[in-house]
């Protein structure tokens, strides 16, 4: 059975403020996000188009562009390796983002990605077309395109995936991806399909299914697999969550589903400070043997009064010698702009060689102010994730995602590469197995769906 688990390679590609981990910000295009001080008129389009607005218009912050540098220790300079510039149409919605980075080859920075948008008059995307860098024609050219539909309560219900043809330069469609919700609204089931040429229909692949509990919060998200011989839905794996008084998980054990019944798999503990900023999450690994949970790892982390984080710390478990030792130890400079949007990250890397923190990446965002011709009247987004850092070397951390909420990273062709579980506020994801490159990161909850753009160097 072909075992594609994709849901939704669909880039939503959203700029957003992210003011955690790194205070990064990636390419969250979503006309609600990244607005600064985001202006609230209802019926705006309405008076403007009517001609009853005569003073000058509001102003609101849009970002620009975004510059990565690296810390040359030897030179004692930076070093521009990526850029990300953005547009907007009149009505302040980001339609295009456009990502550069240095060609080592030539010494020079160049485009690599290009992302557009198409949205309708009420503001949803209706479809994303991503064109990447082509060695062979030494420009941009079409990968991947992506149309979502929308219910009266503008929930996602359907997204198609088509890839780019090249032979025949046109598109092929690829997947498909079926949303259900209940009565309130929530998310409780997302089916992948995939078109299959040779019949010209659609087949099962994966099913992700939540149950939501009377505190409208996941109880469980399981992941089913299709199977074609006895035509059903089988078990694959089961998050479990608890949660403490504000709301906030507590726990999260992760089962895997083998002789007809779930085996623990892993387990993780959180903590908070009275902000709801994480600041500590452990993970354990069921031992079957000795029917217990063992420590693999811990994260602490210290935050800012504007909820960047200021220190990260990874410790491993030494199994040997029964207890942590220290594995990342990293700092962060923040600086803001009067409007208190972040402006600069300097981060800083502690080297058991020097015995102190060495500066070695920065990251600067500049905005402009535009006056305000018309907003989305759509609701804001309840769920913002982050990425950081975007783009990355080995590890990227993803924010702000609700827990039990599903991972799938995909290629620009719709392949997938990896498939979890959203297990933290400040989920770290390990990829230093995957191929420098682009690719398609989706979040899925019981609330929304989100995708994002990264980057690997």
Not at 146 to 173: E, G, M
Not at 183 to 206: C, H, P, R, V
Request: glycine letters at 4%.
């Amino acid at each position: 059975m072909k075992y594609i688990l994709l849901l939704i390679c669909i880039l939503f590609v959203q700029l957003s403020q992210a003011q955690k981990f790194r205070s990064k910000i990636d390419l969250k295009l979503d006309s609600s996000d990244l607005k600064g001080n985001r202006i609230k008129i209802n019926n705006w389009n309405e008076e403007y188009a009517k001609g009853k607005l005569v003073s000058r218009s509001p102003l609101i912050s849009l970002l620009d562009s975004v510059y990565y540098w690296d810390y040359d220790q030897i030179g004692k300079n930076w070093n521009l390796y990526n850029k990300f510039i953005y547009k907007y149409d009149k009505y302040e919605q980001p339609i295009e983002v456009n990502h550069f980075i240095k060609d080592f080859a030539t010494g020079r920075i160049r485009i690599n990605t290009k992302i557009q948008r198409v949205f309708d008059n009420q503001g949803r995307i209706l479809e994303t077309i991503i064109s990447s860098w082509s060695g062979t024609q030494s420009q941009v050219v079409p990968n991947s395109k992506y149309q979502t539909s929308y219910n009266a309560t503008d929930k996602a219900i359907q997204d198609l995936i088509y890839v780019w043809n090249n032979s025949n330069q046109s598109w092929d469609l690829n997947l498909r991806f079926d949303y259900v919700y209940n009565t309130n609204n929530d998310l409780i089931s997302s089916i992948g399909l995939a078109f299959d040429t040779a019949t010209n229909s659609w087949k099962n692949e994966q099913r992700e299914v939540f149950s939501i509990n009377s505190k409208n919060l996941i109880d469980t998200s399981t992941t089913e697999i299709w199977d074609d011989t006895p035509k059903k839905w089988t078990y694959a794996f089961r998050n479990v969550y608890e949660y403490n008084l504000n709301r906030l998980v507590d726990k999260e054990i992760n089962f895997t589903y083998s002789r007809e019944r779930f085996i623990p798999g892993f387990s993780f503990t959180y903590k908070y400070d009275n902000s709801g900023n994480e600041i500590f999450q452990l993970k354990e690994v069921f031992n079957d043997a000795l029917k217990e949970f063992i420590p693999e790892y811990q994260y602490v982390r210290v935050y800012d009064n504007n909820k960047s984080i200021l220190e990260f710390k990874s410790y491993d478990w030494d199994a040997v010698n029964k207890n942590w030792e220290i594995s990342i130890d990293e700092k962060y400079a923040n600086t803001y702009n009067q409007k208190n949007q972040i402006s600069e990250v300097v981060t800083s890397f502690y080297s058991d060689i020097e015995s102190k923190y060495v500066i070695g990446l920065r990251e600067n965002y500049y905005y402009s102010e535009k006056e305000v011709v018309g907003v989305s009247l759509l609701p804001e987004p309840e769920n913002r994730i982050a990425v950081t850092p975007n783009p990355f070397d080995q590890n990227i951390k993803i924010l702000n995602a609700k827990r039990g909420s599903v991972i799938r990273l995909c290629d620009l062709e719709s392949k997938e590469i990896y498939g979890g579980r959203i297990n933290f506020e400040e989920e770290i994801l390990s990829l230093r197995g995957i191929a420098s490159g682009t690719y398609i990161l989706i979040v899925i909850s019981e609330k929304s769906v989100e995708k994002r753009l990264i980057i690997k160097r």
